[in-house]
């Protein structure tokens, strides 16, 4: 576990993980690092969970968090003395130098899932000073909705009523053909992202269409298909996204370029105990539409972010305005499942193209790989004149 780049080589701030992931902890490998404090004034700190597959605990002994944006967007203060951060996310915590200055305190940072907090103290730190409790400190501390129930904007806010919803069911399957569990397919509503072969931002501008820059369909080994998965959105339109995880683990996504408004949370309705290749998709097909209210309705917003959880057999629905034209990817934070295909691309357009929706590059634009500033072809034209220049 990593403090600023501390710890990694040399662990002292580590509590251990597995052993063959990071070995085992040294507790006296390099000095403990320490943020100076000065009385009576406050700090801002900004926290980053730049972590692949860990959502953690913040905190510190005997001070209060008081947490005033996500993502970097301010939200409705909120105290308590120990904070969770999602995986990519940003909280910025304000923090109150007003403690004994005689004593040094422990900044802790610890897995959310498994720490137990007396086997894993660093050297003598005082007690929790119980005084300090706060309402806030009630939450369950495994709480995966904590973003959403806790986060809430600076001021409260409607969503805008949207004029469609796109749902988005990622799955992961697996098989058991060789006697043991293997990793069969990852997919967003059955299909498996697949890079585009050149950046579709060029691609589009240039050719006006993303007809060559797509990678080839070719089919899955379980009913689903490798491809460049874009869900095309018209420019200026307000869209509903109903993010459901039928999987039994959390996923991080990220969507870039925007930030979005949280409208609703919560398990799958009416969970049914599912077969290790089963998900709760073939169990138990639910309509959502008993459950979220309709397009046209203004909703009260829960939070606002880029970076957020959707938790294992749960659903996450947001909001946002598409005024930002371009193509945006829409990805689990977690690397290892991007390239199996737990991804997608957000692209903005008005009638198929970004043409006068962003200014288009001149000649003399310098581009990567084999197009020239001179003149401009798609990478299949380029590779068929290739093929012709070899044979
Ligand atoms: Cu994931």
Redesign the pocket.
Known sequence: MLNNNCGHEQPVQCIPLRASFFGSCKSEAHPIDEFLCSPEISIRLRLINAASGIPFRFWIDQHNLTIVARDSIEIASISMSLVHIAFGQRLDLIVDCNQDLSVNYTIFVASRNSYQPSLNNIGATPPINKSHSIEHDKLDSNDLFFEYKYLKPFKPRVAPAAIRRITLASEVRWNNRTGIDALEEWSVNGITFEPPNEPLLLANVFDGTFKHCVAYQRAGRVNNKHVTHIQHLEYGQTYEVLMINYDSQL??WHLHGYSVEFTAVGKIPNLKSAKCNQTQKDVRPFNYNTVLLPLNSTLPVLSVGDSFTVPSESYVVFRFTANNPGPWFLH?H?EW?IWPG?ALVFSVERNGRYDGLIQSPTTSFSTCGRRTKISYQSSRLLLSNSHKTEL
Request: glycine letters at 0%; proline letters at 17%.
């Open positions: 996923h991080p689990c977690m499942h737990m």
